[in-house]
């Protein structure tokens, strides 16, 4: 059974950096993608960044693109999602998704439906 422990939200200025990262555990992590979604209050999940099995491909949505990456250590079997320049439109609870599948940067990756597995989600907020 995979679970997804996303871990290191809080609370930071507008302009400043967090890291976030999401331990996997169960079997396949390196033949698996992973996606980025946040959520803030009354509005819908969205897609934030995808990263494929390898690290070799990744996908922005274009309000993050430049300042946040996307990156991961299959040895550790975790992902990360830096995020640099913050503004407080990024407040929102972040969560991580995981898909078994190998390949580049696929047409679904910004779909939330098409991922099998999710974090409980890590609140990021940022003031102004």
């Known amino acids: 059974q995979v679970q997804l422990v996303e871990s290191g939200g809080g609370l930071v200025q507008a302009g400043g950096s967090l890291r976030i990262s999401c331990e996997y555990s169960?079997?396949?992590?390196?033949?698996?993608?992973m996606g980025w979604f946040r959520q803030a209050p009354g509005k819908e999940r969205e897609f934030v960044a995808f990263i494929n099995w390898s690290g070799g491909s990744t996908d922005y949505a274009n309000a993050v693109k430049g300042r946040f990456t996307s990156s991961r250590d299959n040895a550790k079997n975790t992902a990360y999602l830096q995020m640099n320049s913050l503004k407080p439109e990024d407040t929102a609870k972040y969560y991580c998704?995981?898909?078994?599948?190998?390949?580049?940067?696929?047409?679904?990756?910004?779909?939330?439906?098409?991922?099998?597995?999710w974090g409980q989600g890590t609140q990021v907020t940022v003031s102004s």
């Open positions: 998704a995981a898909k078994q599948t190998l390949g580049g940067r696929p047409t679904w990756a910004s779909r939330p439906d098409a991922y099998s597995y």
């Open positions: 169960g079997r396949g992590f390196g033949a698996t993608a």
